[in-house]
């Protein structure tokens, strides 16, 4: 049973669908029977084109502003209560300055 792949002439929405035997097939926005077959690409996978889609889909994720806006908003809860556990030190005291006089012979 093979699933193919269609364009409507009326509205132009792409689909996929499973044809069984006697089916006619027709867009599911529309519900026109008038479609265009499309050539289906057949899935290729490798090691590199993994690694190509999950780099490519890092990069959406960085650039997505919901994505930026979490990583600023836990930098500033990190930034706020680290100071709670790791107060910053007291500032240390000057050592009080050795004065040493010369002796007259």
Known sequence: MPIYEYECRKCGHQFEQLILK???AACPE???????QLLSAFAVSSQER???NVKAAR???AAS?????QK???ADEI???SAEFDPKPPPRKKAPKVVTRK???
């Open 79 to 81: 930034r706020e209560h």
């Open 30 to 36: 529309c519900k026109s029977k008038k479609l265009e």
């Open 65 to 69: 502003k919901d994505y930026r806006d």
């Open 22 to 24: 006697d089916m006619v």
């Open 103 to 105: 002796r007259k012979r």
């Open 59 to 61: 990069q959406r994720l």
């Open 50 to 52: 993994s690694e190509a």
């Open 72 to 74: 600023v908003a836990e």
